[in-house]
T-cell receptor, first 109, second 119 residues
């Protein structure tokens, strides 16, 4: 069974710090990876996608992928209180996304 | 575009009652997905459709759950009879075909969810 694992947290960082969120997956053939952000009581929203090994940067967010290690991460630079949310890692398996249970991030001002 | 629309947004019912959740996908999207989210199990895929045809229902927990997509703009998820352990947030999502995850990052777009409480 395909699995996506995340540390549930909570991960607490002070405002302005770098938050590092990690995810591992079991399906070696997976080629597409996504990070979703979910605010409390809201639906998940896509914030990053990555398909190739290495880093992908978008504003304060950087996604990192290492297919050999089956590992994907999300770095949030200059963390803001508005970044406080649950971050879901998702892996594309065929035409369906498999989600991790999410890591809760808390950014204190 | 209005995005994925779900109704009702909240549902409180008693054990044994039938529950019907509704979803309208984004116009033009060929794939529709139903998810369930709980604290214990996270976000789980229940079933998904391609061009109104169910493709994978392996995530449907048991026969009490059924889903239909009679046309491209409407889907239902039905629970009959409902049980307290069905209490969760149910999300509908849609995406374009082909969902290759290529350049542009096309992915699934989620509706606001239906919060179901079975007493």
């Amino acid at each position: 069974q395909k699995e996506v694992e995340q540390n549930s947290g909570p991960l607490s960082v002070p405002e302005g710090a770098i938050a590092s969120l990690n995810c591992t997956y079991s399906d070696r053939v997976s080629q597409s990876f996504f990070w979703y952000r979910q605010y409390s009581g809201k639906s998940p929203e896509l914030i990053m996608s990555i398909y190739s090994n290495g880093d992908k940067e978008d504003g304060r967010f950087t996604a990192q992928l290492n297919k050999a290690s089956q590992y994907v991460s999300l770095l949030i630079r200059d963390s803001q209180p508005s970044d406080s949310a649950t971050y879901l890692c998702a892996v594309l398996a065929g035409t369906a996304l498999i989600f991790g249970k999410g890591t809760t991030l808390s950014v204190s001002s | 575009d209005a995005g994925v629309i779900q109704s009702p947004r909240h549902e409180v019912t008693e054990m044994g009652q039938e529950v019907t959740l509704r979803c309208k996908p984004i116009s033009g999207h060929d794939y529709l997905f139903w998810y369930r989210q709980t604290m214990m199990r996270g976000l789980e895929l229940l079933i998904y459709f391609n061009n109104n045809v169910p493709i994978d229902d392996s995530g449907m927990p048991e026969d009490r759950f059924s889903a239909k997509m009679p046309n491209a703009s409407f889907s239902t998820l039905k629970i009959q009879p409902s049980e307290p352990r069905d209490s969760a947030v149910y999300f509908c999502a849609s995406s374009l075909f082909p969902f290759t995850g290529g350049v542009g990052g096309e992915t699934q777009y989620f509706g606001p969810g239906t919060r179901l409480l079975v007493l």
